[in-house]
């Protein structure tokens, strides 16, 4: 069993940064995928940033070159640094552990971002 917590959201103006995190307990995430995916009100989830337990990356076409995901094995925690935030970047922010004999999700943290 793997317990995900998000942190790290708020409010902020357009243009500006937030660096979310999630943090695991339970299991250690470098065994795991890790994915943050996003839903805004009325949307589907879609996926934002996905890192594989060898460190290697993958980003929605929306958010390529302004946000970066990264782990922290030693720490447990996975990040998504997001950078030059769009109004259209609000939503709630899950991240999700996966692996062959499971998946995980957080409870999510809300990014709103202001015009």
């Known amino acids: 069993q793997v317990q995900l917590v998000e942190s790290g959201g708020g409010l902020v103006q357009a243009g500006g940064s937030l660096r979310l995190s999630c943090a695991a307990s339970?299991?250690?995430?470098?065994?795991?995928?890790i994915a943050w995916y996003r839903q805004a009100p009325g949307q589907q989830r879609e996926l934002v940033a996905g890192?594989?337990?060898?460190?290697?990356?993958n980003y929605a076409d929306s958010v390529k070159g302004r946000f970066t995901i990264s782990r922290d094995n030693a720490k447990n925690t996975v990040y998504l640094q997001m950078n030059s935030l769009k109004p259209e970047d609000t939503a709630v922010y899950y991240c999700k552990a996966h692996n062959i004999f499971g998946a995980y999700w957080g409870q999510g943290t809300q990014v709103t971002v202001s015009s």
């Open positions: 890192i594989s337990s060898g460190g290697n990356t």
């Open positions: 339970g299991r250690l995430l470098s065994t795991y995928a």
